[in-house]
C-alpha cells in the first residue's frame, strides 16, 4: 500500500482513513491485503463497542448522546452499519446530519457503510475497517447497526462490548429470550423508557438475568433504562460501560477477543483461498450442466458436489 | 439410510419426518448426505413461505390463523427456527403450547429447532430440513424466525415467498429502510393495525412502494395490515400468498429459487469439503504459535493465512 496511506491511517488522518475504508469496502483483495498488512501490528488499542437492536429502538440517537458525554477527553471513531437496500444505495439520512453536526471535531469521525457486500464478505470487511480505526488510535470504536441480517452475529464477534437496545414494545422476556438476544447483549439498554412498560420490561429482564448462575470471570449483564428525551441513564450507562472495561482488561477478555478475531480472520481467508482456487470454467460448467436436467433426474446436491471435487 | 426411513418420509409419516429433522440437526455429515440423496429426487413441489420480523410482532399468531384458515384443504409443515440462547436448550413453551395443540391432525406438522448450529452450517441445515419436508410433499411449508442473527437472510434464501412481520411501533419509513426490509420482503404484514399508527406505516411503506419502478416478471411487494385481536386482514393476506404463488408460477419463479438454492447447495458442500480436507494438526499448530506471539510483532492475518496455504 501506498506508504503515505498508512502514515496518514496511523496518525488519525480522516481523509486517510475513510480513503482505506472506501478501498476496503469495493473488496478487492489485494487492497484488503496490503492495508491489513501494513496496519494489523498496530492494533489491539481500541475499545470496540457493538449497539444493536431492532429498527426504531434509538440506536442513533444513544450513540450521540455517548458522542456528546465522551467526546472531550476521548477520541470517537463511528462506524454505522446500514444493510443497504438496493433502492437507497448509500448513507441514510439520519447518519449525513450526524456527519455534517460532527465535521470539523479532530475527535469524532463518523462513516456509514453498507453490509451487503459480496457473499460471506461482510464480517471479514467489518472486522477490517475496525482494524483500521484501532490503528488509527481512537480510544473507542462504536460499531451501529440496525436489525435485520447478519450483521449482529458479526457485531458479536467484532466488539468487546455488545449492546442491545430495546423498547417498552420490544414485547416480553419469552420474545426477548426467543430472540436470542440473552446470548448476545453485555448491556441491555431500555431506551424511551418514559413510556409505559420500561420498568416491567426491565424487572422482567432482570429477574430473569439473576435465575443464571454466576461464576467469576463472566461478566453478568446489565439492564439499564434510557431516555434520549428526558436524558436519563446515561450516566449509568457510561459507566457500566468502563466497568465492563476494566472487567475485560482484568480478565484478559479484551486480548482474548483480539485472538478470537484473528483466528477467524486466518480461517476465512484460507477458506475464500481455496474456494477461489477451486472453481474454474470448467467445474462451473459441469454444475450448469447439471441445471439443464429436470428435478427428478438430477444428481443430489451431494452426489454432484462429490463428482466435482472428484473429477 | 435406513429404507424404512425413506420410505416413511415420503409417505408423510410424522414420526420418520421428526427423526430425519433430528439427524440433520445433530449435524452429523454422513447423515445429512444419506438423507439428501434419498429425498432431493423428490423435492420441488411445496410452496414455501418464509415469515420473519423483530420480536414481539406476532409471527407465532399470524402463522396459528394461517393454519386454522388453511389446513382443512392443505397439508402444512411449520418450522420455527429459534436463535437458541444457550439458557434455553430448545423448543420455546408457546411452541410446544401450539405442538400439543395440532398434535392429532395428520395435515399439520410443526417442529422447532435451534439457529446456532456449528459456524456456517446453519443455512445449509434450514435448507435440507425444508427439502425433507418438500419430499414429504406437504402443500406448504412455513419457515419461520425471529429477528436476531442471520436466520432471515437464509430464510430469504429457502423460502418462494418472504413475509415481514411489522407492527405499528416499528419506525417510520426511514427506520425499514434502514433494516434492509425492503430488499427482503414479497409481502409487508402490518400486524396488531388495530392500534394507533399501523394506518400511518402502511400508507407511508405504500408511497415508498409506489415510487419503485415496476416492470414485469417482478413482484411489487403488497402491504396487509392485519390484526390478531379482531380477525381482521386475514382474508386478503392468503389472497395475496396464493396471487404471489400464480405469480412465480406464471414466471418460472419457483424453478428459480429451487436451482438457486440447488447451486448454493452445491457450493457450501464443496466449500466445507475444502476447508475439512486442508486443516490439520500441523496447520492448526502454525496459527496456535502465531497466537503466542505478541501482537506487534506477530504475522498479519494475510500473511500468515498465505504461509499456511504455501506451506
Known amino acids: ?12 488522518n480522516h481523509q486517510s482513513i475513510a ?23 498496530k492494533t489491539g488499542q481500541s475499545y470496540r463497542i457493538g449497539i444493536t437492536g431492532p429498527p426504531g429502538a434509538g440506536k442513533s440517537s444513544i450513540t450521540n448522546e455517548l458522542i456528546n458525554l465522551l467526546s472531550d477527553d476521548k477520541s470517537i471513531a463511528i462506524l454505522s452499519v446500514d444493510p443497504t437496500s438496493p433502492f437507497t444505495g448509500g448513507a441514510i439520512l439520519g447518519d449525513r446530519i450526524r456527519m455534517i453536526e460532527h465535521y470539523n471535531n479532530p475527535n469524532i469521525f463518523i462513516r456509514s457503510i453498507g453490509s451487503r457486500g459480496s457473499k460471506g464478505g461482510l464480517s471479514k470487511n467489518i472486522n477490517i475497517i475496525a482494524d483500521v480505526l484501532d490503528a488509527a488510535d481512537f480510544d473507542i470504536i462504536i460499531l451501529e447497526t440496525v436489525g435485520v441480517g447478519q450483521v449482529e452475529l458479526d457485531i458479536v464477534e467484532s466488539a468487546d462490548t455488545t449492546i442491545v437496545v430495546l423498547v417498552p414494545e420490544s414485547g416480553d422476556d419469552i420474545q426477548i429470550l426467543k430472540a436470542g438476544m440473552m446470548e448476545i447483549a453485555d448491556i441491555f439498554i431500555i431506551n424511551k423508557s418514559d413510556r409505559e412498560g420500561a ?28 431516555s434520549v428525551y428526558n436524558k436519563t441513564g446515561f450516566n449509568k450507562l457510561i ?17 482474548a477477543k483480539h485472538r ?28 450448469n450442466k447439471e ?9 443430489n446436491p451431494v452426489a454432484l458436489a462429490k463428482k466435482i471435487i472428484n473429477e
Do not use: C
Open 1 to 12: 500500500m501506498n506508504h503515505n496511506l498508512t502514515e496518514g491511517i496511523l496518525s488519525q
Open 19 to 41: 480513503k482505506a475504508i472506501s478501498l476496503i469496502e469495493n473488496s478487492n483483495d489485494s487492497d484488503i491485503e496490503s492495508i491489513l498488512s501494513s496496519i494489523y501490528n
Open 199 to 226: 420498568e416491567k420490561i426491565a424487572v422482567s429482564l432482570n429477574n430473569f438475568l439473576s435465575t443464571i448462575q454466576h461464576e467469576d470471570h463472566i461478566w453478568s449483564p446489565e439492564v439499564i433504562q434510557t
Open 239 to 255: 459507566k457500566t460501560i468502563f466497568d465492563r472495561y476494566k472487567f475485560l482488561d482484568i480478565n484478559g477478555g479484551r486480548e
Open 260 to 287: 478470537d478475531r484473528y483466528i477467524s480472520q486466518v480461517h476465512d481467508l484460507i477458506s475464500s483461498y481455496l474456494t477461489n482456487a477451486f472453481w474454474n470454467d470448467n467445474k462451473e460448467e459441469v454444475l
Open 291 to 299: 441445471l439443464d436436467i429436470e428435478i427428478k433426474n438430477r444428481k
